[in-house]
């Protein structure tokens, strides 16, 4: 098949689901109590980060996703980092992470002091699966008194973070399992899956805590923001003190007993999430519309596979997936570059976390299917709006 | 005297200036085009880490300050540990800090891995002093090679970081002279010191750069917020794509060539920077008036000093303060008590760090004047809105 041919169907095909000669990868929507919110915020003085707006936005979540308790901070790298140190990731650690994820996965790894330790994802949900895992670990490691040893590194490996990529849930009872079985705290990157769901439970609510963002490209919005999520009082308490300087509750003295960060999020960004989780039912109902319609124009289009949920989930198609079959993966940055052209954002996943230069050295499992799903991810046109 | 009457004569002294019965320590005010920004952003979608807002605030506080580069972050912490990273601050060295300042200095010290050293400051300005720095190097450090090594831990001192303390400056001339005899760079915490002018020149701007922060207790406030100022281009780009995750610029592709961070201020805290700069010239004359009238009513009450700025500088007058008269410092906390009881926010300075858990095996100067500064400090009302 002609490149020129295949960059023709899926733009033709884009074209008949959204009905739009152009269209951005992911816009947000403000359709709903935004300026309402924000003008009580201003006109009530409190923008930073005490107010009203904050626990309204943080309640919310709570009743939606089902967890009991939420800490809402500066953006999903801020929760990734404060969930890892809340759960005792220190200086020496490893910390088990997709190579298939956003930079910020490893980062908030490193910000702690500790190593990311990369795995291969399988081919049928795009994350670390449990049977992979489980190999894996029993190859590599050794758990004394309930520690994971990295037999190569002599290191503590103390954490895992599956990531549920572009929405689409792990399998986190599987990952649960093999995580108590080698004494591995899970830790769930639910950065781009609000509102997406595992076996009737919300991503985020089956590990120890999960980080949430609310970057300007995710379902909802607050400018900057994100947020932990947990059923556990304790660890809720411990990011909340440590988001908010390891101050010690005082009318008037300032004291802190442990080195803590300025990462609450301000009362302002509350307000436009308090606003964006309102419409949030909305925003999921269309984007899983929106995967309806790319089914229908994609189907009998060669060369190409519209990435579905698992049986066990239901997503919330933050961001919709091409895979390119695997005979014509080279020809991956060509099709991107014409369904640019065209008018459509369109782009790759990201280039694997191992091959970037911090992270070159760092311990790494076979990424077979990682390198495999790099070069054929491609995704397309994916906001709520497009419907 | 007895307590009583020096917490009445205070009361009746904040009353008679402010006019009011109560008063908050500060409050912000959005009496400008706060809204109507805000309005803007949502409408173009545009809420999050790139946006005109952003760039139009950064013009601003450049035109503002005469700084050549500005670089928005998500607040002041961010700001100062970017200036830290960006100078080559890295683990294993010290950083000169004042002990009398917010946890914060502190705390963007040991993100890099380096150690807070902390100085004592003088009682004329409340900051660090030349003299006193030049004589404290002079007896604890050697210089090799341009490199300042402290002669008890070993350790290369890289950085001094003066702190403009509620916002009257430091003595920058004088230990920009003696950082540059000893190899150090100076970075400014001018945290509180936005509209503070040392010998004509803003704060922040004498330094290799210097931070600022728009938390909501702030002279102007983004709800959360800071920025680094510098005249070095490659220092800025250096900070901006640190902000960015160090991502290499790419229409889709994503590569990021260092450990970069989430530390870039959303376009909708930009907003209502962009709208705050415009009143700044308004706050900085009402604070200046207020400091005016509170020199009026505390014209011979006995037991407190009012502080004020250097002849060689121009202050924002950010937080307002009282010293105590020496002799009754040991009342402090019960006059802070008396005058909130009355209505009016009041509070002492921050506990010196090098008290704090985290920080109390940190090397330190001798105190003396830190300590007895401490004791001394009481802050009243300050916002710009009394006046």
């Given at each position: 098949?002609?490149?020129?041919?295949?960059?023709s169907?899926?733009?033709?095909?884009?074209?008949?689901?959204?009905d739009?000669?152009?269209?951005?990868?992911?816009?947000?929507t403000?359709?709903?109590?935004?300026?309402a919110?924000?003008?009580e915020?201003?006109?009530?003085?409190?923008?930073?980060?005490?107010?009203?707006?904050?626990?309204?936005f943080?309640?919310?979540?709570?009743?939606?996703?089902?967890?009991?308790?939420?800490?809402?901070?500066?953006?999903?790298?801020?929760a990734?980092?404060?969930?890892?140190?809340a759960?005792?990731?220190g200086?020496?650690?490893?910390?088990?992470?997709?190579?298939?994820?956003?930079?910020?996965?490893a980062?908030?790894?490193?910000?702690?002091?500790?190593?990311?330790?990369?795995?291969?994802?399988?081919?049928?949900?795009?994350?670390?699966?449990?049977?992979?895992?489980?190999?894996?670990?029993?190859?590599?490691?050794?758990?004394?008194?309930?520690?994971?040893?990295?037999?190569?590194?002599?290191?503590?490996?103390?954490?895992?973070?599956?990531?549920?990529?572009?929405?689409?849930?792990?399998?986190?009872?599987?990952?649960?399992?093999?995580?108590?079985?080698y004494?591995?705290?899970?830790i769930?990157?639910a950065?781009?899956?609000?509102?997406?769901?595992?076996?009737?439970?919300?991503?985020?609510t089956?590990?120890?805590?999960?980080?949430l963002?609310?970057?300007?490209?995710?379902?909802?919005?607050?400018?900057g923001?994100?947020?932990?999520?947990?059923?556990?009082?304790?660890?809720a308490q411990?990011?909340?003190?440590?988001?908010?300087t390891?101050?010690?509750?005082h009318?008037?003295?300032?004291?802190?007993?442990?080195?803590?960060?300025?990462?609450?999020?301000?009362?302002?960004?509350?307000a436009?999430?308090?606003?964006?989780?309102?419409?949030l039912?909305?925003?999921?109902?269309?984007?899983?519309?929106?995967?309806?319609?790319y089914?229908?124009?994609?189907?009998g289009?060669?060369?190409?596979?519209?990435?579905?949920?698992?049986?066990?989930?239901c997503?919330?198609?933050?961001?919709?997936?091409?895979?390119?079959d695997?005979?014509?993966?080279?020809k991956?940055?060509?099709?991107?570059?014409?369904?640019?052209?065209?008018?459509?954002?369109?782009?790759?996943?990201?280039?694997?976390?191992?091959?970037?230069?911090?992270?070159?050295?760092?311990?790494?499992?076979?990424?077979?299917?990682?390198?495999?799903?790099?070069?054929?991810?491609?995704?397309?046109?994916?906001?709520?709006?497009?419907?």
């Amino acid at each position: 098949m002609k490149t020129e041919s295949l960059v023709s169907a899926i733009n033709a095909s884009i074209l008949s689901a959204i009905d739009l000669r152009t269209a951005t990868l992911h816009a947000p929507t403000f359709n709903g109590n935004e300026m309402a919110y924000l003008k009580e915020c201003i006109e009530s003085t409190y923008v930073s980060s005490v107010g009203a707006m904050v626990t309204d936005f943080e309640e919310a979540i709570s009743r939606y996703t089902g967890a009991k308790y939420v800490v809402a901070v500066v953006n999903g790298t801020a929760a990734l980092h404060l969930s890892l140190l809340a759960n005792g990731v220190g200086a020496g650690d490893e910390v088990l992470i997709p190579a298939l994820s956003f930079v910020a996965t490893a980062n908030a790894v490193s910000y702690c002091g500790a190593t990311p330790h990369f795995l291969d994802v399988d081919l049928r949900r795009m994350t670390v699966s449990a049977e992979f895992l489980d190999e894996y670990l029993e190859s590599i490691s050794t758990v004394n008194n309930g520690i994971c040893i990295n037999n190569a590194t002599g290191s503590v490996i103390r954490a895992i973070i599956p990531m549920h990529t572009f929405g689409h849930p792990a399998d986190l009872d599987g990952l649960q399992r093999v995580a108590q079985k080698y004494g591995l705290v899970m830790i769930e990157d639910a950065a781009e899956s609000l509102g997406s769901w595992y076996k009737g439970r919300h991503t985020g609510t089956v590990g120890k805590c999960g980080a949430l963002s609310f970057n300007g490209n995710k379902i909802i919005t607050t400018g900057g923001g994100g947020a932990v999520i947990t059923d556990d009082e304790n660890l809720a308490q411990k990011l909340k003190h440590l988001s908010t300087t390891a101050k010690i509750a005082h009318q008037w003295k300032y004291v802190h007993d442990e080195i803590g960060y300025n990462y609450r999020m301000p009362n302002i960004n509350a307000a436009i999430g308090k606003a964006q989780m309102e419409q949030l039912p909305g925003f999921i109902s269309n984007k899983r519309e929106l995967f309806n319609r790319y089914r229908q124009s994609f189907d009998g289009v060669d060369g190409v596979t519209l990435f579905a949920e698992s049986p066990d989930s239901c997503s919330n198609y933050w961001l919709q997936t091409l895979l390119l079959d695997k005979s014509i993966s080279d020809k991956r940055d060509q099709v991107i570059e014409g369904i640019n052209l065209f008018g459509f954002h369109a782009r790759p996943a990201w280039s694997l976390l191992n091959r970037m230069k911090p992270y070159a050295l760092c311990p790494a499992s076979d990424l077979e299917n990682s390198i495999e799903l790099e070069s054929r991810i491609i995704n397309i046109p994916s906001s709520s709006s497009l419907i």
